[in-house]
């Protein structure tokens, strides 16, 4: 019988792609929110979204996403990540949702455009709305 030796290439190329699989989900797992001044960043893997606080009209928690289109993302159990279309308005929907079943913060901007979006936990979902309504409504008593 001969020994047969693996490659060192195709070890290479399984460590790699584990590693791969890793930092992918990790990436997606949940909502990496960033809030610093006048500006709301959200980072859920290869989706990305930044907002400045004067460019939001309406900020509400809601209980369901409306029914659209998807253009791209993913669905796995209760999370919901993607670009999706709105054919009324014919605009992009913006979803970053970790629990479907938890309400969701949907963020009114320029005027159409939408982004939901919420946390695995309820508490820190209500804490970024607060903060939020907050903002908007100190910005729009400041443009009044």
């Known amino acids: 019988m001969t020994n047969k030796k693996r490659h060192w290439l195709w070890n290479f190329l399984i460590v790699v792609t584990l590693l791969l699989?890793?930092?992918?989900?990790?990436?997606?797992?949940?909502?990496?929110i960033s809030i610093e001044n006048n500006r709301f960043q959200i980072l859920s893997?290869?989706?990305?979204?930044?907002?400045?606080?004067?460019?939001?009209?309406?900020?509400?928690?809601?209980?369901?996403?409306?029914?659209?289109?998807?253009?791209?993302?993913?669905?796995?159990?209760?999370?919901?990540k993607g670009v999706f279309k709105d054919s009324i308005y014919n605009t992009e929907v913006y979803i970053y949702v970790d629990k479907l079943s938890q309400q969701k913060i949907k963020v009114t901007?320029?005027?159409?455009?939408?982004?939901?979006?919420?946390?695995?936990?309820?508490?820190?979902?209500?804490?970024i709305y607060g903060l939020?309504?907050?903002?908007?409504?100190?910005?729009?008593?400041l443009k009044n």
Do not use: C, M
């Open 132 to 141: 939020f309504s907050k903002k908007v409504d100190s910005l729009s008593k």
């Open 21 to 32: 699989v890793i930092v992918a989900f990790i990436a997606h797992y949940k909502n990496w």
């Open 109 to 127: 901007y320029k005027d159409s455009l939408l982004l939901f979006f919420n946390l695995s936990d309820s508490t820190e979902t209500q804490k």
């Open 45 to 80: 893997g290869i989706y990305y979204k930044e907002l400045n606080f004067s460019d939001i009209n309406n900020v509400e928690l809601v209980d369901k996403i409306p029914q659209l289109e998807r253009i791209n993302g993913f669905s796995v159990k209760e999370i919901e």
